[in-house]
């Protein structure tokens, strides 16, 4: 039976270690949360605050020091769970050899999609983020944000049922970033689940239906942004009483 | 199968786009033209042969397996380092299918210019090379140097003669030494005496009148250069025996109105007035006609190709454990060792008498040998200048162990360390 979280994370620690096996970082310390299906969450956080070690555990790239971390019900490193799944990295991290065309054919290929549909999809996703002009050339040569919507393509090209968003907008100027959150609301309307981070409130503000603040590897707040009334750095001000106790002012600011 | 056949194609692209691919395959060619202008041969054509086939492609051989050794650590470590490893670890792929696509890629691309070196080959060597034949080369059936050495061992231990220092070494250093010994046993011949030696019967049945020769290498007891005389026999023909040399001699045996009989032995018989020795697992061999020099060529690229896909599942494997520099570094020492280490052995055959740092080095050098010879052994470049046959079992033995199993048990090890590795 398919469970209704599709993440789910159960106290969940991680402590990074050296070559000698001494803990060296405690990045995340008994996290615990639950991003529902069809919702957008939002994990926010200043840097170090260990968004991005959640990510990769509940990606299947980290494995957790302590408790469990599902994902639809399964272990990230399942392949049955990795089908459903879509991901954007904070940097692009595209092969800078390929064209774009051949770039989503790639991951299309690795999503299991047959030759035909594979190519369907390509132009259809290039249609998307509108590159079906530049289809051909090699992302080596493109801009941060062209080679940021190749990417995003990428991470959509196997029909995602969870999108999982790194700083979606990080290196976007405001007319990109703009698109980029009409079609991540797009997304979701379509019933797709969506877990970004971000260290921009607005940004946050714009899309999310839930957020939770991570400090220091732990849950700071959480909450849903439709109810807050007032504007989501106060509401985080109001939670967390003094920012300078969580260093979370640089953040807030 | 598609997110397979998707990881080889990229792997592919990337070696051709950055034209690492182009270059070698120029570099290749260029090689297998300019080494008969720069190598001095003995003058003769055959002599031009070994130098092309041996020294050019061998010269290949070698600059491949560097190049896709270093491709091969390279891989997974660079593009660890540059985080598009977890883009694709994300997806649904099995972590052994990114593994096995890329060796199967990198191999692929080696391989591709082997082909193109060995294609080469027939130009460089001189066209006669098309119309040779090679042979097939039967050694006499005899129990393996270890059996030899077991059966050798209480009689060795219990011998006054027998230094003490051996006897006090342990039973698996003296059946080494044994070993060693047995493989150098020579039979003696004397005078009007009869040795005779026994060949696989199956090999050799129905064999005609000049369709085998026998190769052998004979000593004397004096080790200097006397005259051999004698007479060879298998079956119903035979050869008259009677030369200066002592260097390695081929005799065709011709009929006396027959066949090389049932049995498959060769016997000589010593006619001269000193006697004879022959190292039987060295030096007495049959010689019988086998196919042409395109598919021994063939076969040559077969077990060549399936030692370059090991290669290059052993570079991957260090790539899915280690970073780059530490990789490429281990693998080029691994070979190195691998290379020297068979020699160290054959001159040292034994530890007695040296010092602890000696016997150290000695150990890690037979332990290397006895770990890569199986695999470094199966070179057929020298068989294949010799117009020796690249026996079909022998490459059949090479692509299952070196293009299979052994990469396959290398990429399920890599699969199983490349998420831990993530960890950083």
Sequence with gaps: MEAENVVSLDNVSKTFRDFWLRPTVSAVDGLSLAVRRGEVFGLLGPNGSGKSTTIKMILGLLSPSAGEVKLFGLSPRSVAARRRLGYLPELSFLHPFLTAAETIGYYAGLCGLSRREASRRTRELLAMVGLESVAKRPVGEFSKGMARRVALASALVGRPELLVLDEPTSGLDPISTKEVKTLVKALAQGGMTVLTTSHLLADAEDICDRVMILNHGKSVAEGEVSSLGTSLEEFFLAKVGSVQDFALAPFLR | MRAFLGIFQLELKALSRSRSLLMLAAASAAWMFVVPRLVVGDGTAEGMREVCL?????????????????????????????????????????????????????????????????????????????????????????????????????????????????????????????ATRAWDRYDTVRTNAVTAWRFPAADVRGVRSGEVSARLKFSNTYNARQDVAGELRLGELSAAVSNLTQAVLVFPLADRGGEAGEEGVLSFRNLGKDALMLRPRRDVELLIPADSFFWNLLRSWVEMAATLTLVVAFGLFLSASLGRPVALFTAIVFLLVSEMSPSVVEQYPDEFGATLSDRIGLMVARTVTEVSHPISSMNPLERLSRDECVEPREVARAVAVNAFALPLALALLAAFVLPFKQEG
């Design chain 2, 54 to 178: 041996g020294y050019g492609l061998g010269g290949v051989l070698a600059l491949v397996t560097v190049s896709m050794l270093a491709a091969a650590t390279g891989s997974l470590a660079r593009e660890r380092a540059e985080k598009r490893l977890q883009l694709t670890m994300v997806r649904p792929v099995r972590y052994f299918a990114i593994v096995a696509a890329k060796i199967a890629a990198l191999s692929s691309a080696g391989a591709a210019v082997l082909a193109l070196a060995c294609a080469l080959a027939p130009f460089c060597a001189g066209s006669a090379s098309n119309h040779r034949r090679c042979v097939h080369v039967l050694r006499p059936l005899m129990p393996s140097p270890r059996e030899e050495a077991k059966a050798m061992y209480a009689e060795y231990m219990k011998s006054p003669d027998t230094p003490d220092a051996v006897k006090k070494a342990r039973p698996s250093t003296v059946l080494r030494l044994l």
